[in-house]
């Protein structure tokens, strides 16, 4: 059951990947706010963050617009297979 629920589950998400600027970091966190929280990590260039987080698919092409209107590059959107919450 915990399987299906899995698959039920990430069906209704997509994981979005993109960089930004620190300076819109949290404006762009506020967008894709994750299950918890979004994943942050520094990239080698300085003053800008790569972020990763789980959003609904349902909403994801507003998302993409949205971030790309705060400066986000790479902006990569993946289906998820399974996970578990």
Known sequence: IRRLNGVVIARQYVLVDYDVEDAQLQSACALTPGIESPTV???QKAG???VR???PA???HRVMDELFELG???IIVTDIKA???
């Open 41 to 43: 990590s520094p990239l």
């Open 48 to 50: 800008w963050s790569a």
């Open 53 to 55: 987080a789980m959003v």
């Open 58 to 60: 349902a909403e994801v």
């Open 72 to 74: 986000a590059k790479g």
């Open 83 to 85: 996970c578990r919450l």
